[in-house]
């Protein structure tokens, strides 16, 4: 099921698995795998988000954002 929405938000944004590949650092293949398996971390959807500027967040029952997660919360593993 993620695998499905994932997708779609790349279709809707005219988009594909091998650009969100580049993003993620990861071979066509490597991100064929998590697809299949639906192993996606946090991460790999802060990144997605980010590629078309969307945040990811987690709602109250009204739709009002109650946290938000966005590029700055990935940690700089060069650190």
């Known amino acids: 099921m ?3 929405k994932v997708k779609c938000i790349l279709s809707l944004n005219d988009s594909n698995l091998t650009e969100y590949a580049n993003v993620l650092n990861k071979t066509k293949q490597s991100l064929n ?3 299949q398996n639906e192993t996606y971390t946090v991460s790999d959807f802060i990144k997605l988000c980010d590629m078309f500027g969307y945040t990811l967040a987690f709602n109250d029952d009204n739709g009002k ?6 590029i ?3 940690p700089d593993k060069k650190s």
């Open 33 to 35: 795998k998590k697809v």
């Open 72 to 74: 700055s919360d990935i």
């Open 2 to 4: 993620l695998s499905n």
């Open 65 to 70: 954002p109650v946290i938000t997660f966005d």
